[in-house]
Structure formats: structure tokens, C-alpha cells
Nanobody, 121 residues
Framework: QVQLVESGGGLVQPGGSLRLSCAASGSIVSINLMGWYRQAPGKQRELVATITRGGSTNYADSVAGRFTISRDNAKNTVYLQMNSLKPEDTAVYFC???????????????WGQGTQVTVSS
């Protein structure tokens, strides 16, 4: 089985910064796409940012220029550096990873349990 564990959420004032981490563990041969999503109360889960194994990134327009996604392939870990946070960034943040568990197998998506980020004065 595969587990994704997020950390780094919390309460921060507008304009502040937070760094989220998500570590994948378990039966893992390879991970291709990794990403962060968020879900605010009463809203659908939305894409925040993704990163390929080779380091190509993609960001939602609402966070481009403020958030930076990165990964450490050796540690099966993805990070999200969030700067210039706004109240509208308040949400539960989930990480996602496409995981290959066998050399002859395909990639399957796994989700973390989520970490709360609250931006408020």
C-alpha cells in the first residue's frame, strides 16, 4: 500500500508564508506527476500546482507568482512554498501522486489526508 502524509499547514496572517510537505511511502517503484489541490468550505476541490518527475511545473492562475512547487525524487516528497498568502487561500490542501507499484504496472493516483491552511488576521 502507499501512504501520502502532508505537513506544514497552520494559521498565518495575510501576507505571510507557509511551506507544505508531502511524503509518499510504501510499495513504490516510481512516481510520475505530483501535485497539490485545495478545497475551501462549500467549494469543489481545485488544482493548485503540479510538477512532473523531470521538474516541469504548472500553476493555477490564482497562485502563479506566489506559490512554488518542488520535489525531491530521492525522498518521494513534494513541497509547496506559499508566499504572500491571502484570506482566499484558506482551504484544506491535499497532495496527489501518480504511483507505480510494480515495474510491469501502470501509475495509479493516491491522495493525502489533507492539511488545513488558514489565512486570517
Amino acid at each position: 500500500q502507499v501512504q501520502l502524509v502532508e505537513s506544514g499547514g497552520g494559521l498565518v496572517q495575510p501576507g505571510g508564508s507557509l511551506r507544505l510537505s508531502c511524503a509518499a511511502s510504501g510499495s513504490i517503484v516510481s512516481i510520475n506527476l505530483m501535485g497539490w489541490y485545495r478545497q475551501a468550505p462549500g467549494k469543489q476541490r481545485e488544482l493548485v500546482a503540479t510538477i512532473t518527475r523531470g521538474g516541469s511545473t504548472n500553476y493555477a492562475d490564482s497562485v502563479a507568482g506566489r506559490f512554488t512547487i518542488s520535489r525531491d525524487n530521492a525522498k518521494n516528497t513534494v513541497y509547496l512554498q506559499m508566499n504572500s498568502l491571502k484570506p482566499e487561500d484558506t482551504a484544506v490542501y491535499f497532495c496527489n501522486a501518480g504511483v507505480q507499484q510494480a515495474t510491469w504496472g501502470g501509475y495509479h493516483p493516491y491522495w493525502g489526508q489533507g492539511t488545513q491552511v488558514t489565512v486570517s488576521s
